[in-house]
């Protein structure tokens, strides 16, 4: 088996920290509070709808800044690819 480059191990240290907070933010515990009364209720769908939105919100931009990391690891690895195969045919 061939052993893994400290870039490889990189690659795989970034996509778990991604994963590790995209379910950290999906399983995020529930902050509002419920009461018996009509005005309680109607508070506790906006609290719900509001952490939703936040959650959703997070959710995207944690998304949106994994999609650029990914784009910037592979014009690395794009990179590294090429330079190491200019070396070997010198």
């Known amino acids: 088996m061939r052993k893994l480059s ?3 191990w990189l ?4 996509q778990i920290f991604f994963v ?3 379910i950290a933010i ?3 515990g529930d902050s509002c509070v419920t ?3 009509i005005e309680g209720l109607v508070a506790e769908v906006i609290c719900d709808t509001a952490s939703e939105i936040v959650a959703l919100f997070y959710f995207m931009t944690v998304g949106f800044f994994w999609a650029m990391s990914n784009l ?3 014009i690395i690895a ?3 690819r090429k330079k ?3 070396d070997s045919t010198s």
């Open 11 to 14: 690659v795989i240290a970034v």
């Open 84 to 86: 190491r195969a200019n």
């Open 20 to 22: 590790v907070i995209m």
């Open 35 to 37: 009461e018996d009364s």
């Open 26 to 28: 999906f399983s995020g």
């Open 6 to 8: 400290r870039f490889a």
């Open 78 to 80: 794009v990179r590294r």
């Open 72 to 74: 910037v690891l592979g």
